[in-house]
């Protein structure tokens, strides 16, 4: 009887493990950032989506060296199913087969892709096939403080403001006692990244029409490689990279000891949380020969290895609706959703912040830190034709051009920098496909 009894318990037990058994199909994700961006994945977006979707479980990934990490295990055949991409790398990543192509996705989905910001798309698609859904467009902005413009009688910038002023202006700005600088005109990273923008200003280009070859050795370039050797080393406007050490442009902009300053607009809830009192401002970035503003768009795409697509398409499409996409910008505004109805929503408008990220308070916030944003995309000043597959080459390659340009007592001109860069680049592409 106690046998009986005990065959009994023990095939219960069993039962009730077969009942709790997760039949779920997992999928994984993976993304980069600050830990406090994780929450807005972890605690919303997942939450939700494996709430529509009951028959999903979504594993969640945040990686450091991301760009290596991802590369290291696709290599592998065990790349994350849904996988963030930063634009620099998306070609990159279609090139070595990464990515699953989408096109058939979109079609039964039906997504209106005339929504998405038009820049993104030459990014996500190669060869006539589309790779990735894109999340969020960030932009290129001129961060400045209205106060020092007001106390030296200058006009603020704004969209008609050129390269040719804000030099002017940086001179003004610039307040000098003896050989000390205590405060610069204009401060930003001095790389390649930002390089771009003032290239593509002066009506250059990083890449060949093909994307097969460096262009960064023309004229156009080396002009933009003058004006900033005009701002650092010609006016002293600026200061060293050696100067500034480990100090980063936007702690010299948010404490004062710069009147302009030149990134993303991911860094505008950073400046805000540093300086809670700063009341600075952002437009586009100032016009060259033409009116550009260098965007760079996150996206998500399905690994070509995925065993579950499918499922993975569902949440690459959910991270990327109007309303996931509005969400993103109201809590983490770091870069504005790359549909325009949600860019031109009244919800753009509402940011609130996430935790301790800092929201903006008010109508006249947002006008002064983030309505440029939806001028820029109303004026479709944003582009991303600097993306090309051989991005990381540029970058390396162009951030040494630069170093030995603007680095005190240098005899390394403009044009020998770059097109010595352009010959490296060129070199190395083709060594890569050989």
Same mark, same amino acid.
């Given at each position: ?30 993304? @980069? ?33 991301? =760009?290596?990490?991802? +590369?290291?295990?696709? $290599?592998?055949?065990? &790349? ?32 209106? =892709?005339?929504?998405?910001?038009? &820049? &993104?798309?030459?990014? $996500? ?13 960030? +932009? ?22 050129? +390269? ?18 205590? =405060?610069?005109? +204009? ?7 930002? *390089? ?10 990083? @890449? ?15 002009? #933009? ?52 009192? *700063? ?15 260098? #965007?760079?768009?996150?996206? @998500? ?22 309303? #996931? ?45 983030a309505a440029w944003i939806v001028e820029t995309f ?7 034709? @600097? ?15 630069i170093q030995s340009v603007l680095v005190k007592g240098?005899?390394?001109?403009? =044009? ?19």
């Amino acid at each position: 009887m106690k046998k009986a009894v005990a065959i009994l318990a023990f095939s219960c037990l069993l039962f009730l493990a077969g009942c709790g058994k997760d039949d779920r199909t997992v999928i994984s994700m993976s993304v @980069w950032g600050m830990p406090w961006e994780d929450k807005l994945y972890t605690e919303i977006y997942i939450p939700e989506f494996e709430k529509q979707n009951p028959d999903i479980k979504v594993k969640f990934n945040n990686y450091t060296n991301y =760009r290596e990490k991802i +590369l290291t295990l696709a $290599a592998g055949n065990n &790349a994350p199913d849904v996988i963030r991409q930063g634009a620099a790398d998306v070609p990159n990543f279609i090139q070595k087969g990464m990515n699953l192509p989408l096109d058939d996705y979109f079609e039964e989905s039906g997504i209106d =892709r005339s929504d998405f910001v038009d &820049a &993104a798309w030459p990014v $996500a698609t190669m060869d006539g096939k589309t790779y990735a859904i894109p999340q969020d467009e960030n +932009l290129f902005a001129l961060y400045y403080d209205p106060q020092a413009f007001k106390e030296a009688g200058l006009k603020e910038p704004d969209h008609d403001y050129t +390269l040719e002023q804000m030099l002017k202006d940086a001179e003004v700005l610039t307040k000098k006692n003896g050989d000390n600088v205590e =405060r610069y005109g +204009l401060v930003q990273g001095w790389n390649a990244w930002n *390089f771009m923008n003032y290239v593509m200003a002066f009506n250059g280009s990083i @890449w060949s029409e093909d994307l097969q070859t460096s262009t960064i050795g023309s004229e156009e370039a080396i002009k #933009a490689l003058e004006y900033w050797k005009q701002l650092m080393v010609d006016f002293n406007l600026t200061p060293y990279q050696s100067e500034m050490g480990q100090i980063g442009p936007d702690v010299y902009f948010q404490t004062g000891k710069a009147a302009m300053y030149l990134d993303g607009t991911w860094m505008a809830p950073s400046i805000t949380k540093a300086a809670p009192d *700063f009341k600075f401002k952002a437009t586009s970035f100032p016009k060259g020969d033409r009116k550009v503003v260098r #965007a760079q768009s996150v996206m @998500w795409a399905v690994s070509a290895d995925s065993k579950h697509p499918d499922e993975a398409w569902k949440l690459a499409e959910f991270l990327s609706t109007k309303e #996931a996409l509005t969400q993103y910008w109201q809590t983490l505004w770091v870069a504005a959703p790359a549909r325009y109805s949600a860019v031109n929503s009244e919800e753009f408008k509402n940011v609130t912040g996430l935790e301790d990220i800092p929201g903006i308070d008010s109508e006249e916030e947002f006008k002064d830190k983030a309505a440029w944003i939806v001028e820029t995309f109303d004026n479709k000043w944003d582009t991303q034709e @600097w993306v090309g597959p051989y991005h990381s080459i540029y970058e390396q390659e162009v951030d040494n051009a630069i170093q030995s340009v603007l680095v005190k007592g240098s005899k390394v001109t403009p =044009r020998e920098a770059l097109k010595k860069a352009e010959e490296n680049i060129n070199k190395t592409i083709q060594q890569q496909k050989d």
